[in-house]
């Protein structure tokens, strides 16, 4: 019989050594190993060929014999040695008999059982049978595993051009090779082999073996029957996390081989030994490998997926790690109740206390997600958002768990962190789309069907007693449990899509009315999970409804997902009808200024989708409509995106025309309204397509300015930009044809009183435009205009009669004019005034192009050699640059004689400004009508404008009126007026700085909102310097309105883009000013922190710890301090920051003795230890230590002091009570006479006085006109200095020697009074 094989831990260890003979002999060992990498080619083949005859021609056991073991084993030892070919003929010899093998097992059972009688023969077979399994098995191993490190060596080689040649030639195809060697050793652990070894679990060494095979395709067969089949389930396990942690790529096959194993054998130990193993491990382990954490959760997940039911089983086992740090592992759980959720708990058939059991578990799954919503780590409460998507979309949520879901979902939407906010975003977006209510949630709706119910059920339901009412359908709080109460949810959502929806749809178009009939959905128990499940729709839509001030704001939001979500949402809501969308909806438009283009593009899409739909006519009132309800803003971000959408295409030719006829009153219904609408939108096409307007220009003239403009005033206005936005051509058109009309209509328009005042400012504002803009000698026009404007108002009376008593203060000259008119004459002056320097600034430009053009023709070579010869001479000479001199001296002249005028001439406005200035200047009369002062200051800043004298004369007036006027509207006027003066003259304005600044604390809402605007544009594009008075910017940051509060913070970030960050040379001015005023510190943390938060960089960072620290050396106030170290705990310390706050310690030491300025400091060292190295730490932890002793000392130091001054405020009232005593000299003299006269009743009072108890002291000898105060602590000092004394018998001789021990303490010449009082004393105790 020959030896028995074992298997060796590697390949050389079947060498027989010499000193381990006396216990190997009857183990198989090589005794003859041949070294074949010395061979030559044709030797080596000769060799493998030989080897692989032998195999082929004797028994399949064969090569148990030693001299085929030794020459198979030379071979396989020099396996990489061999020659492609070589390597083929080997393996495949190997091969194809260990096939053969195999099935030969099963024959030997049988013929063992066959022969009983004799065993021996069989015995021998068994055994060469199992070493011919084991050496095939071995030597096929050791193959593989020599192949895979090669292969894994040469792809780590950057292969050539002629290497790769040379590969394609002699390569053996190793791919298909190792496919059929792991079949093969996949199929062997198939068979029945407890024969060969003797018991149903193979050798060990064997098992160990086999897994090491590391590849994942054939790893399902290989691992999966040894760690069930053969019970080799911990080495598995060993072995599959080892994998697990080292390679990510094989998560997915190792849960397909885990599944593989439990499906085939039906057996789940292996899957309950790795949850186990998962378990058991230290959830601080997983905070380090993170790597390994990931690979974990996903295979976690993976397996949950695939076996659903055994992981729930155990899911127990890896609760705990819900208490773990790593945010990694605890998604990966999230992600596994969400897959058992939905697919563990489908079939819960069974006895009834197992199906509440698993019914109770799911509940127990479903209430950790909620609480996983509410996780530390965002990404924790973003996968849990996902999963709960997940969820919905699977139909898994119950209706009573429904609202409870969305309550988390619409809380999570002011989440910090932007993906947890996009997650819930999408949830609530899954939650609409697959909603178990209907496909309409408006709330009147619900409400009203939901009250028909009740009435029904009420007719219904006979009376009951309490108990009684217990065995119907649970109520909406039973229903709110959860899981529990799935059964009646899923019954409500059996026949819902037959009832509730339809019955919902039947409200689309109006509420029902109570007395409505209501269809009939059964008997009673499912009225009862109607009304249920109308009232949870209900909440449900309520709950989506008040989310819609949240979605406003993220709107605002600087994330572009958060933008993007947002109105996806918002569109899905309006899909459901559901209260508020459309209004948040129209308030996405002006997001198409964004300048990211995801944004534009989302808003753009979501305008096409809700507004643009395939009927022209339903498009053409979709937009009429926005622009019907749009306000200015609105109109401004309606007219950029329908310019872009016609000019893409979007908006078509057949929209233009439905517009013209609502417009032209050709659609049946049409109003005054709808046809305003839809001039409004064709003016804004016409920015993109000038054409548009030009084939109706009759209708516009005679519709716009006609009858129906006094039916809807705003007509006219609109008519006015629709003449406007003319192309060149249509306005000499409409000039030549129809001009004398339309410039008399416009006059109308202007001097007439057919419209209202809110109406006529707007309409006049655009004609006098239109006027300036189509007509070929405009001031002409206008001039008549203010003529007849003048003569409206006075009626026949003299203008400087009207002048002399406005310049007198008499107030009683206004009445006999109208103030509305005068307001209106003030309006179209000074805009005829603006419109004028406009006309003249264009006439200089159009003056300017000609010049231009003719010196490009000129420079063409269209000009003769003479002319040339002349332009160069005038170059030479200067003369061009004096043609240029002489257009800007016109130009500058003709501005100045719009409000000045020359100094013997008076133009027509020019006559109005005096009288306009004294107007102003009568604060009394501008009290008295606020609307005259309105406009009277509106023209003032006008002129001002204009003219730079005129400005500078009236300056001080401007910012007195917009500091003391009581009118809102008035300062808000002059605010935005003194923005347009900055702009226009700087030099003028710049001392008024600090005024302009003070217009951010004014109590009005509207005068902060325009003031943040003004300095803001005047800043951020460098017409004015940033001063010294930011800081009432930065208080703005915390203003009590959210518009305010948002324009500063936006202000500031962008001022943080310019050049190297302004606010890093700001922010010490603005703390030093912030704590000086009286500011909540609430407030001015949260202002700090935002202004810090915009510094990125890490060399300023480091510079504003020393400026911060160097300011504790200036100050002494307590406040300052405080805020100087909660500024430098909100810095972003590096480590030349931190060791720059060590070394400044000197500037800031006298400051440790208050508790809060430490408290900063140890936040400060807190944040530095979790980035420091070693050696800084030891910086850390010893400044530290400094910090502490330092703070302790000024501590016992400032308590020192503190008794010290008590004590020095003690020894001021006794030198006050000294003093007075002293003033009361005679009156004492005359006390201690009459003392001295009857010694008796002196010797009594002595005695009485000596008996008195010792914590009674006796006050009677002197008695002081002196505060109670006063008395009081000189006593205190007095039974002070008396403890300390020696006792005495009588109480007289111890006061005595207790006020000369005070005296001589205080180091003051004792008053004779006093002196006289200590004698008489001694004598009557004498």
């Not at 009304?531 to 209900?538: H, I, K, N, R």
């Not at 420091?1172 to 400032?1198: S, T, Y």
């Amino acid at each position: 019989m020959a030896p028995h094989f074992l298997f060796p831990p590697n390949l050389q260890a079947l060498e027989k050594v010499e000193e381990q003979e006396d216990y190997q002999d009857n183990r198989l060992f090589v005794q003859n190993a041949i070294d074949v990498s010395n061979f030559r080619a044709s030797e080596l083949e000769g060799f493998v060929k030989g080897v692989s005859f032998d195999l082929s021609d004797k028994e399949l056991y064969c090569i148990e014999d030693q001299d085929v073991f030794d020459r198979v084993y030379s071979s396989v030892r020099g396996f990489s040695s061999l020659t492609p070919s070589c390597k083929s003929i080997l393996a495949e010899s190997l091969r194809s008999n260990f096939s053969v093998l195999l099935p030969n097992v099963d024959s030997l059972v049988r013929v063992s059982q066959a022969q009983n009688d004799d065993e021996t023969p069989m015995l021998d077979r068994v055994t060469s049978y199992r070493n011919a399994f084991k050496i095939y098995s071995f030597f096929l191993f050791h193959i593989i595993l020599t192949e895979e490190s090669n292969t894994g060596s040469s792809n780590n080689v950057k292969v050539t051009a002629s290497t790769r040649k040379k590969q394609t030639v002699n390569s053996w195809n190793w791919e298909w090779q190792r496919g059929r060697m792991l079949n093969l050793i996949a199929n062997s652990l198939e068979i029945n082999i407890s024969l060969l070894f003797g018991s149903s679990d193979p050798d060990e060494n064997y098992l160990s073996f086999v897994v090491k095979i590391q590849k994942p395709k054939m790893l399902c067969h290989i691992i999966g029957s040894c760690a069930t089949k053969y019970h080799y389930t911990e080495q598995s396990s060993a072995s599959i996390m080892h994998l697990i942690h080292k390679h990510d790529f094989v998560v997915t096959h190792m849960a397909d081989i885990v599944a593989f194993a439990e499906k085939k054998y039906a057996d789940g130990t292996l899957a309950c030994s790795l949850i186990r193993e998962v378990g058991r491990t230290n959830p601080k382990s997983y905070v380090k490998d993170t790597a390994g954490a990931e690979n974990i959760g996903r295979f976690l997940v993976e397996l949950a997926d695939r076996l659903p039911k055994l992981v729930s089983t155990n899911i127990g086992l890896l609760i705990p790690h819900f208490g773990g740090e790593s945010y990694k592992i605890r998604n990966a759980l999230v992600a596994v109740l969400g897959k058992l959720v939905a697919k563990a708990f489908k079939d819960v058939e069974g006895e009834v206390s197992s199906k509440s059991i698993r019914l109770q578990t799911k509940q127990a799954m479903l209430e950790i997600l909620l609480e996983r919503c509410r996780d530390i780590s965002a990404y924790t409460r973003s996968r849990a958002l996902q999963v709960w998507a997940e969820l919905c979309e699977e139909h898994s949520v119950s209706i009573g768990l429904w609202n409870e879901v969305a309550a988390v979902a619409a809380g999570r939407l002011e989440d910090k962190s932007a993906f947890v906010r996009k997650s819930a975003l999408n949830l609530l977006i899954m939650m609409l789309q697959h909603n178990p209510f209907g496909p309409q949630l408006r709330i009147a709706s619900f409400k009203a069907t939901l009250e028909q119910y009740k009435k029904k059920l009420n007719e219904l339901e006979p009376v009951k007693t309490a108990e009684g009412m217990s065995d119907g359908v649970p109520s909406d709080n039973d229903l709110s449990n959860g899981e529990v109460d799935n059964g009646n949810a899923e019954e409500v959502t059996n026949y819902q899509p037959e009832n509730l929806v339809d019955s919902l749809a039947d409200t689309e178009q109006e509420v029902p009315s109570k007395d409505s009939p209501v269809p009939d959905v059964g008997n009673l128990k499912q009225t009862k999970a109607l009304v249920a499940s109308l009232e949870a729709g209900l909440k449900f839509s309520e709950c989506i409804s008040a989310t819609m001030p949240t979605l406003l704001q993220l709107m605002a939001s600087s994330s572009a997902t958060d933008v993007e979500n947002t109105i996806l949402l918002l569109m899905r809501c309006r899909q459901f009808q559901i209260d508020g969308a459309e209004a948040c909806l129209r308030k996405m438009l002006p997001l198409v200024f964004s300048q990211d283009k995801s944004i534009y593009e989302a808003v753009e899409n979501a305008f096409v989708t809700i507004y643009i739909t395939k009927s022209l006519v339903e498009t053409a009132k979709n937009l009429l409509n926005l622009a019907i309800d749009s306000n200015v803003g609105d109109q401004a971000s309606l007219e950029f995106i329908v310019g872009a959408l016609v000019s893409k295409g979007d908006i078509s030719s057949g929209v233009i025309s439905a517009l013209w006829d609502f417009f032209c009153f050709n659609v049946n219904g049409t109003t005054a309204e709808q046809c305003r609408g839809a001039l409004a939108i064709l003016c804004m096409a016409a920015k993109s397509s000038s054409a548009i307007l030009g084939s109706h220009l009759q209708d516009i003239i005679d519709i716009g300015f006609g009858r129906w403009a006094k039916v809807e005033p705003l007509l006219a206005r609109t008519a006015c930009i629709a003449i406007q936005r003319l192309s060149n051509e249509d306005k000499k058109k409409l000039v030549l044809s129809n001009g004398s009309r339309v410039f008399s209509i416009l006059e109308s328009l202007i001097t007439g009183l057919g419209l209202p005042d809110n109406i006529w400012y707007a309409a006049a504002d655009k004609a006098i435009d239109h006027v300036y803009t189509i007509h070929p000698t405009p001031d002409t026009l206008v001039a008549d205009l203010v003529k007849k404007s003048l003569s409206s108002v006075f009626c026949g009376r003299r203008g400087d009669a009207l002048h002399n008593d406005i310049v007198s203060g008499n107030s009683t000259a206004l009445p006999t004019v109208q103030v509305a008119k005068l307001s209106r004459y003030l309006f179209v002056t000074s805009h005829v005034a603006m419109n004028q320097l406009v006309y003249i600034e264009s006439c200089v430009r159009k003056i300017q192009k000609q010049k231009g053009n003719k010196e490009k023709v000129d420079s063409e070579g269209t000009e003769n050699a003479e002319t040339q010869k002349d332009n160069n001479i005038n170059a030479e000479l200067g003369l061009a640059a004096s043609e240029d001199a002489i257009l800007d001296t016109l130009a500058e002249r003709a501005e100045k004689e719009i409000v000045c005028g020359s100094s013997s001439e008076k133009n027509l406005i020019g006559e109005c400004a005096p009288f306009l200035s004294k107007l102003c200047r009568n604060f009394v009369l501008m009290q008295k009508y606020p609307l005259l002062q309105a406009s009277a200051m509106l023209a003032l800043c006008r002129f001002m404008i204009i003219d730079a004298k005129f400005c500078d004369e009236n300056l001080q007036l401007l910012f007195t009126v917009v500091e003391n006027a009581p009118s809102e509207t008035v300062r808000s006027n002059c605010t935005i007026a003194l923005g347009d003066l900055a702009v226009r003259f700087p030099n003028l304005l710049e001392p008024w700085t600090e005024n302009m600044y003070a217009r951010l604390k004014d109590p009005s809402v509207s005068v902060r909102k325009n003031a943040v605007l003004v300095l803001s544009h005047l800043i951020l594009n460098d017409m004015m310097k940033v001063k010294g008075y930011v800081n009432e910017m930065a208080i703005r940051v915390e203003d009590n309105d959210e518009r305010i509060s948002s324009l500063a913070k936006l202000f500031f970030h962008e001022l943080s883009k310019k050049g190297s960050n302004p606010i890093y040379n700001l922010l010490p001015d603005i703390l030093g000013k912030l704590s000086t005023q009286d500011l909540q510190k609430d407030s001015f943390y949260n202002i700090m922190q935002f202004l810090i938060g915009s510094i990125k960089k890490d060399k300023q960072m480091e510079s504003l710890v020393e400026k911060l620290c160097n300011r504790f050396s200036g100050v002494t106030d307590v406040v300052q301090w405080e805020n100087i170290s909660y500024c430098l705990s909100q810095l972003s310390f590096t480590e030349k920051g931190v060791k720059r706050l060590i070394e400044s310690f000197k500037t800031y030491e006298h400051a440790l003795f208050e508790d809060s300025v430490v408290d900063h400091f140890r936040n400060v060292i807190n944040k530095s230890k979790k980035f420091a190295k070693p050696e800084l730490k030891v910086c850390i932890e010893e400044f530290e230590e400094k910090l502490n002793k330092f703070h302790n000392e000024r501590k016992e130091q400032e308590v020192t002091a503190k008794k010290a001054e008590l004590h020095r405020q003690k020894v001021a009232n006794v030198e006050t009570f000294v003093t007075n005593a002293n003033d009361g000299e005679e009156s004492a003299e005359s006390e201690v006479a009459e003392g001295v006269s009857d010694g008796e009743v002196a010797n009594t009072s002595t005695e009485e006085e000596t008996e008195t108890p010792n914590d009674e002291p006796r006050h009677e000898l002197v008695e002081p006109d002196e505060p109670s105060g006063a008395s009081s602590e000189v006593t205190e000092q007095e039974e002070e200095t008396e403890v300390q004394s020696s006792r005495v018998e009588r109480r007289g001789a111890l006061r005595s020697r207790a006020t000369r021990s005070h005296v001589k303490d205080l180091k003051t010449p004792l008053p004779a009074t006093t002196q006289r009082i200590i004698r008489s004393r001694r004598k009557v105790e004498q």
